[in-house]
């Protein structure tokens, strides 16, 4: 595996000296906005390159048909405490400084406990065969490449796109059209789920507010 040192976006910190934080990357859905274009999966395969067979975000319709049907894009959420990187028996997965989970490739076994371990079903494998026989385990990456030199044909090859490297954000959110994918800083980003919560107003039907306050 390659080492190298890869620049992480940081966002100025409260204390003496302005001293600066590494940014927590995030992703918020927003599933009052989502319209099931299916963009973001196409500019996803695009930018990756990714394998056919493998969705790195896939748009989830719950309650199809039905009253309330709701559409959500499913990336992997890039967790802070990350189930898959606990259960993982070869460290192959980890988190990086600023938060993005990482797969290194070469160092899966594709057992498959990181698929059960995670809630949103992020770990793809190439084939559906019993234990040690599913193929090396791919994931959504954040646009953030992998642990492999930054910009290398190796890279590129192994792990797509490395967007975050250049100052950008990943694919999926910078296609959305109706910005129900959001990525960034996490103080960012709550700040934007802050803004359209109070938009929204207890009385809108914001998402998730009945569940939460029983009313």
Known sequence: ??????TIPTRTASGPEGKHAPARMKFYVDVRRCIECGGCEIACKN????????????????????????????????????PCVSVCPVDALFNRADGI????????????????ACPFGAPQFPKGSPFGKRGVMDKCTYCAGGPEEPFSDREQEMYGSNRIAEGKLPICASVCSTKALVAGDAEEVANVVRARAAARGSTSGAWGWSRAYNN
């Open 1 to 6: 595996m390659a080492t190298s040192n890869i």
């Open 47 to 82: 930018e990756n390159d990714v394998p056919p067979g493998i969705a790195r975000i896939r748009v989830v319709t719950v309650n199809e048909g039905q009253q309330g049907e709701t559409n959500v894009a499913v990336p992997c959420m890039h967790c802070s405490n990350a």
């Open 101 to 116: 989970v990482h797969v290194n490739k070469e160092t899966c076994i594709g057992c498959g406990y990181c698929l059960y």
